[in-house]
């Protein structure tokens, strides 16, 4: 099992950037592939960034490609999103989850583990 604690959202003007941290506790290392979801008011869960286990693989969804950039370091148990050109379309919950997956998965199904999530809000 493993613990995932989110930090770092809050409130941003569009154009601006935010770095999301997530913690793991537990069974940690690189035991699980990592992923970054958000999820809006009245929308459903969406997947934004995962990466491997090594870390040398990652994805990203159509939206955020180019402007947020997915890392991890295994030492410290930390998995980070950096997020440049704020949108105000970006506005959400932001949650970390951890898959046993052998690939790097989209679907929140695929994920096994999640944090309790942290709000980002982007203003116009």
């Known amino acids: 099992q493993v613990q995932l604690v989110e930090s770092g959202g809050g409130l941003v003007q569009a154009g601006g950037s935010l770095r999301l941290s997530c913690a793991a506790s537990?069974?940690?290392?690189?035991?699980?592939?990592m992923g970054w979801f958000r999820q809006a008011p009245g929308k459903e869960r969406e997947f934004v960034a995962g990466i491997s286990r090594s870390g040398g693989r990652t994805n990203y969804a159509d939206s955020v490609k180019g402007r947020f950039t997915i890392s991890r370091d295994n030492a410290k148990n930390t998995v980070t999103l950096q997020m440049n050109s704020l949108k105000p379309e970006d506005t959400a919950v932001y949650y970390c989850?951890?898959?046993?997956?052998?690939?790097?998965?989209?679907?929140?199904?695929?994920?096994?583990?999640w944090g309790q999530g942290t709000q980002v809000t982007v203003s116009s």
């Open positions: 537990g069974r940690t290392g690189s035991t699980y592939v």
């Open positions: 989850a951890g898959s046993t997956r052998i690939a790097v998965p989209r679907g929140p199904y695929e994920y096994d583990y």
